[in-house]
């Protein structure tokens, strides 16, 4: 247990619809970072918010959109649904703490979303 | 890109010392080696970090070579729980490293 939740745990949507994601971080940590991975793939960074702020984004585009809020939890929303959105969902979450030693990330256990 | 290559599986017996082994030829001076694990249907789980020095902790030990060109994660005994997909990463450290992840290898340990 990391101490990271997401929600929901599966999600069914259709093409052309939206969805939002939800993580809450481990207590304490100020960065999130998300990821989707699909089928027998590594998990492939999609954006990370550190302190209410996008910082860094990966190849994807823009119907990908995040938000940080104060509590440092964060969501992620994916407009205009594809079939090839269909993947586990990843967020984990960080704390800059200065030591280099304390820059491992936790992993929630994911949202797996079902585009059909 | 992932700048790693690793086996894509490898088999170890339970009870055995598992070594999986990953090439970074590409590393720069200032990136750590890091290892990550997940199990199926999980989320990944740190395991281990290191610059230049070889690393313990309570789950594994990290062997980099001198030139840092490749190491290699030793689980010392590996059980059944150990299976999963073990994953290399390059970067350059901090809470704010966006990691990169290939395909990673896939570890059966067998009864």
């Known amino acids: 247990e990391t101490g990271v939740t997401q929600s929901p745990t599966h999600l069914i949507k259709t093409r052309g619809q939206q969805v939002t994601l939800r993580c809450s971080s481990q207590?304490?940590?100020?960065?999130v970072s998300w990821y989707q991975q699909a089928l027998g793939q590594g998990p492939q960074f999609i954006f990370q918010?550190?302190?209410?702020?996008?910082?860094g984004r990966g190849n994807f585009p823009p119907r990908f959109s995040g938000l940080q809020f104060p509590n440092y939890s964060s969501e992620l929303n994916v407009n205009a649904l594809e079939l090839d959105d269909s993947a586990l969902y990843l967020c984990?979450?960080?704390?800059?703490?200065?030591?280099?030693?304390?820059?491992?990330?936790?992993f929630g256990p994911g949202t797996r979303l079902t585009v059909l | 890109d992932a700048k790693t290559t690793q086996p894509p599986s490898m088999d170890c017996a339970e009870g055995r010392a598992a070594n999986l082994p990953c090439n970074h030829s590409?590393?720069?001076?200032?990136?750590?080696v890091y290892w990550y694990r997940q199990i199926h249907s999980q989320g990944p789980q740190y395991i281990i970090h290191?610059?230049?020095n070889n690393e313990t902790n309570e789950m594994a030990s990290l062997i980099i070579t001198e030139d840092r060109k490749s190491s290699t994660l030793i689980l010392p005994h590996a059980t059944l729980r150990d299976t999963a997909v073990y994953y290399c990463?390059?970067?350059?450290?901090?809470?704010?490293?966006?990691?990169?992840f290939g395909t990673g290898t896939l570890l059966a340990v067998q009864p």
């Open positions: 984990a979450s960080s704390f800059p703490g200065g030591a280099i030693d304390t820059d491992t990330q936790y």
């Open positions: 207590s304490g940590h100020n960065t």
């Open positions: 918010y550190y302190r209410e702020e996008e910082n």
């Open positions: 590409t590393i720069s001076g200032n990136e750590y």
């Open positions: 290191g610059l230049k």
């Open positions: 990463i390059v970067g350059y450290g901090g809470a704010t490293n966006k990691l990169i």
